[in-house]
């Protein structure tokens, strides 16, 4: 069955950096578009990032364009966030979510349990 | 704000039937973009519930159901059960944002 196992959550400073792993597991990984979505505590979800399944295109939300970085390695079967000069703005319960498509944004069918990022001094 | 408009609650008894709306505008629903929505249960993590407007994935009851028109988006539960008792968010695509994957601001659930 389909594994989205996220970590690499913490406290960190303001301007600080995080980075997250997502190890996927159940299908096969290289085939399919990851994204980041995260949830601020009390709020809704929004969307981060997203790779594409070979990883040659990557888009970002506004809010983290410039700071964040998605990447992926498809022979470990792990997808990353790299999170540079977080702010408060930032804490959240960050998803790692599968897609249904390769090269495209369309749906998310899978989501790991998340991981909690606190920025606060 | 949400570029999705969902009401904040919507409630019914067991056995009843409720609606949630998901109202865009000419740039994402209305632009003929497909709809999906998502469950999530307290403290859990969300979960596909429709997808492509109006289909269940498998091991989705058919209690559930999606719907589209014009700018908007509908989920209907049918024989409400305490275990609905959830958010409920709609997502799509906007063709005029950078942030083009987009979520509504997501729906309390509560069964009475």
């Known amino acids: 069955q389909v594994q989205l196992v996220e970590s690499g959550g913490d406290v960190v400073q303001p301007g600080g950096s995080l980075r997250l792993s997502c190890a996927a597991s159940g299908f096969t990984f290289s085939t399919y578009g990851m994204h980041w979505v995260r949830q601020p505590p009390g709020k809704g979800l929004e969307w981060v990032a997203f790779i594409r399944s070979d990883g040659s295109n990557k888009r970002y939300a506004d809010s983290v364009k410039g700071r964040f970085t998605i990447s992926r390695d498809n022979s470990k079967n792990t997808l990353y966030l790299q999170m540079n000069s977080l702010r408060a703005e930032d804490t959240a319960v960050y998803y790692c979510?599968?897609?249904?498509?390769?090269?495209?944004?369309?749906?998310?069918?899978?989501w790991g349990q998340g991981t909690l990022v606190t920025v606060s001094s | 704000q949400s570029v999705l408009t969902q009401p904040p609650s919507v409630s019914g008894a067991p056995g009843q039937r409720v609606t949630i709306s998901c109202t865009g505008s000419?740039?994402?629903?209305?632009?003929?973009?497909?709809v999906h929505w998502y469950r999530q249960l307290p403290g859990t993590a969300p979960k596909l519930l429709i997808y492509?407007?109006?289909n269940r994935p498998s091991g989705v009851p058919d209690r559930f159901s999606g719907s589209k028109s014009g700018t908007s988006a509908s989920l209907a539960i049918t024989g409400l059960q305490t275990e609905d008792e959830a958010d409920y968010y709609c997502?799509?695509?906007?063709?005029?944002?950078?942030?083009?994957?987009?979520f509504g601001g997501g729906t309390k659930l509560t069964v009475l």
């Open positions: 997502h799509s695509y906007d063709s005029s944002l950078n942030d083009y994957v987009v």
């Open positions: 979510a599968k897609d249904v498509a390769a090269a495209t944004v369309d749906y998310f069918d899978y």
């Open positions: 000419s740039s994402n629903i209305g632009a003929g973009y497909h």
């Open positions: 492509g407007n109006s």
